[in-house]
């Protein structure tokens, strides 16, 4: 069982940049890959970004690709979510997940095991 906790979320305007953390308190932290996706009302979770157990791979969502930056410190059991130049298209409750070793290059929910309880993000225009 992972635990996961998201946090960072808030209002920012359109162009302004947020960073989002996902935290877990399991040592093997390490052996997940973990994934970002969002979900807006009314809509379905969509991913967002993923990363491979190690750091070294990512899969970026053709929408945030050039604007937004994961990565990962297994020290700290911690993923980020950097996101610059958001829009109000990015508007969503962000959420982390974590996966088998090979979820990362899947962008779909079922790929992953746990899950967080979700930061909400608001992009005003």
């Known amino acids: 069982q992972v635990q996961l906790v998201e946090s960072g979320g808030g209002l920012v305007q359109a162009g302004g940049s947020l960073r989002l953390s996902c935290a877990a308190s399991q040592r093997t932290f390490s052996r997940y890959a973990i994934g970002w996706f969002r979900q807006a009302p009314g809509q379905e979770r969509e991913f967002v970004v993923a990363?491979?157990?190690?750091?070294?791979?990512?899969y970026y969502a053709d929408s945030v690709k050039g604007r937004f930056a994961i990565s990962r410190d297994n020290a700290k059991n911690t993923v980020y979510l950097q996101m610059n130049s958001l829009e109000p298209e990015d508007t969503a409750v962000y959420f982390c997940a974590a996966g088998p070793p090979s979820s990362y290059k899947s962008s779909l929910p079922g790929s992953y095991d746990y899950w967080g309880q979700g930061t909400q993000v608001t992009v005003s225009a």
């Open positions: 990363i491979s157990w190690g750091g070294s791979n990512t």
